[in-house]
């Protein structure tokens, strides 16, 4: 299993941003299919945001060093562990599936807590 790191979680208040950023030490992103989930307490994991290129996503040229995921005005019930999730794209194009059984590698997750 590759190994996803997620950071930039942290407290805020409503209204307010945060940037979080998801690199991985030994897969290479532009290989895989990538995608933002969360879970609240007592929640399911839920999808916040997945690429669905369809084959289109033209990356840039050298290695992708992080997928990121900036995220404004904030509300509290955004408040969750937020996980960036992947799998290998055997296909050639990312469908952008919302389903969690879909992605192989997990991160550990990053807190973002939105206060009101």
């Known amino acids: 299993q590759e190994e996803l790191v997620e950071s930039g979680g942290g407290s805020v208040q409503a209204g307010g941003s945060l940037r979080l950023s998801c690199t991985a030490s030994?897969?290479?992103?532009?290989?895989?299919?990538m995608g933002w989930f969360r879970q609240a307490p007592g929640k399911e994991r839920e999808a916040v945001a997945v690429?669905?290129?369809?084959?289109a996503t033209n990356y840039s040229t050298g290695p992708v060093a992080a997928l990121y995921l900036r995220m404004n005005d904030l509300k509290p019930e955004d408040t969750a562990m937020y996980f960036c999730?992947?799998?290998?794209?055997?296909?050639?194009?990312?469908?952008?599936?919302?389903?969690?059984?879909?992605?192989?590698?997990w991160g550990q997750g990053t807190q973002v807590t939105v206060s009101s």
């Open positions: 690429i669905a290129d369809h084959g």
């Open positions: 030994r897969l290479e992103i532009r290989n895989y299919c």
């Open positions: 999730a992947a799998v290998e794209n055997i296909r050639g194009y990312c469908s952008g599936s919302l389903k969690e059984y879909d992605y192989d590698d």
